[in-house]
């Protein structure tokens, strides 16, 4: 039992995996996932001098490749400075890509003849972390949540009337709240004033960035139920960032972890939670502190702070602080091999002949 | 938020139903109800500027009319109210008359240089980058002169008149009102709501206008009304040293520079005109205060 179950225990109702169902605004059929990531890489540049001479780059996003499947919650966890928040900036285009590709419900994106940028904003929205930063202080909250629609060429009554509804849709009464302004307003309450703007496009993707992180843990339970709710309702498809595993844990169809820009491990919810493999992923899932008393942890399962991002290491990037790192690890990056029906890892240890002296699964 | 309302009354009561949400602008102009110091001198501004609009139906005498019979007379002198000046024309209306000039001075340069300056400071902003640089080095430089030595040499390079005075005080202002608006939108751009209002689609002039403007404009709107006092000031002391108003026109700071040979005859008279400076900058100067503190919302 950890700390989260414990709150939620009577506040979250247990909602079923389920299946997308049709919906007009599909294009690619229940196969074509929602979103497919391919090659995804971001490297800021580091300028120093008085000439702002290139000298290194921040490896943020490093080659990174997944698919969200339509109707799923995708749970992204790591460390902090791991990449995952530049990494949902990636996917809302708020910063440009160096290199890699994203397909949408089958469309390329961008390009000559993909979603524009346009359309792909009003398909995919984000919920930021911040809730106080998110929404303007000088804007009424409807204001901030019809001017999505507005922009989209919504007549203004039409948008105002969207906005009461869904201000209505996310448990604060349109009525009361819609005319104030956020300082006016709790954290909670902000927060879901930030997942009603994000629904004002009606998305069928929303990039949940960190968005319950800053809330106290019973209003973080209400909002996760409201995000349960929504999702069944609108019909949508989540990517859950978080560093707080046992939320992931709780809202996740399937995991990726990250490390240091990279994918290390990718599956469905019970395989990383019961079966992790790669080490980083045990290490992390480890890091969770129990509810027993007796079971107390006197030794931090991985120590360290992660390695410079600028100068990774070679090979496997988290060799450094890994237990059972051999020279192989040093001379070869392992890629992602599947170890099971929707399981992969990026660990020498998992495949064959790789080199490695330990065989796991 | 402890609200003064809680000790104090309004001065002007507005009936409002219960429920209802002030708007931002609205509970500003709340907070200054019961700022009374405030709307003394807001009174007092609103006075002075009635009178120099009226001045045309006010004025008893010509102001340029002169006459060497009353030269110098003090105050109450026939019907000579507050006196003559050396030339014995009649100072109240040449008081009233200077009044439209001096408050030209210290209105036009103000709202000028608010707009040239917080357009190029919300561009430096927004662009960053050289863009910044290019607008922020090039205010720098305006920057590094003295306020008044830079007017005085801009509209003496210029040459004399009101027009000439008021572009050099545009010039002068600039700079500090465009640094304010650069670095209040420096400060809107990094935060997420402008992220998300790009997450949602929305275009760069779009962004702008709904949500840096809002942000923008109130510590501008502050600046800028504190300027207003400077800007008279400024303008006067152009006059009086003979590089904005010309002769004959009144004007109060070349009023207060021609009276200067009469202070030994007349002191009192003399000083009129520099009263009427000191009470209008005065007025702007704490209005402006008042103003500062009814729109600093601590959120």
Known sequence: ?361 | MTDVSAFRLPLFRRKREAREVRGYWASVANRLRYDYVTLFFLAIILTIVLLSIFAPLLAPFDPTKTSMAYRMKPMGFRNFILGTDELGRDMLSRLLWGGRTSLMMGLVPVAAATVIGGLLGVIAGFRGGWVNSAIMRTMDVFYAFPSVLLAVAISGTLGGGSKNGMIALTLVFIPSICRIAESATTQVRSLDFVEAARASGASTLSIIWHHILGNVLGPVFIFASSMISVSILLGSGLSFLGLGVEPPTPDWGLMLSTLRAGIYVQPLVCALPGVAIFITSLSFNLVSDGLRQAMDVKA
Do not use: W
Request: hydrophobic share 40%; aromatic share 6%; with cysteine.
């Open chain 1, 1 to 361: 039992m950890s700390a989260f179950d414990f709150i939620g225990a009577d506040l979250i109702s247990q909602e079923e995996p389920q299946a997308a169902s049709l919906d007009e605004r599909d294009r690619g059929g229940k196969q074509q996932p929602m979103l497919i990531v391919n090659g995804l890489r971001k490297y800021f540049p580091i300028r120093s001098g008085i000439l702002q001479r290139h000298v290194g780059d921040v490896k943020a996003v490093d080659d990174v490749s997944f698919s969200v499947l339509k109707g799923e919650t995708l749970g992204i966890v790591g460390e902090s400075g791991c990449g995952k928040s530049t990494l949902a900036r990636l996917l809302m285009h708020l910063i440009p890509s160096d290199s890699g590709e994203m397909i949408f419900d089958g469309d390329p994106v961008g390009g000559m003849r993909g979603l524009s940028l346009r359309d792909l904003r009003r398909n995919m929205q984000m919920v930021f972390q911040d809730s106080y930063s998110s929404l303007n202080p000088r804007l009424p909250v409807q204001d901030s949540v019809a001017y999505g629609p507005r922009v989209h060429g919504m007549s203004r009554t039409d948008a105002m009337d969207l906005a009461c509804d869904l201000l209505d849709k996310v448990g604060l009464r349109a009525a009361m709240f819609g005319a104030r302004y956020p300082h006016e307003l709790s954290g909670g309450q902000k927060q879901r004033v930030n997942i009603a703007r994000a629904l004002a496009l009606n998305p069928r993707m929303i990039i949940l960035d960190e968005a319950v992180s800053a809330l106290d843990k019973s209003v973080e339970a209400q909002v996760l139920n409201l995000l349960g709710h929504l999702k069944r309702e609108f019909n949508l498809t989540y990517v859950f960032i978080s560093h707080d595993l046992n939320v992931v844990q709780y809202i996740s169809d399937r995991v990726l972890v990250m490390y240091l820009g990279q994918v290390v491990e990718i599956g469905s919810v019970d395989a990383i939670y019961d079966t992790p493999l790669h080490p980083y992923s045990r290490a992390l899932l480890d890091s969770r502190l129990s509810m027993d008393p007796d079971d107390r942890m006197t030794e931090p399962p991985i120590s360290g702070d992660p390695p410079n991002p600028v100068n990774p290491p070679s090979g496997c990037r988290f060799r450094t602080r890994c237990a059972f790192a051999e020279t192989v690890c040093a001379a070869e990056a392992p890629s992602l091999s599947q170890a099971g029906p929707d399981h992969f890892v990026a660990c020498h240890m998992v495949r064959r002949g790789s080199g490695h002296s330990r065989l796991l699964s």
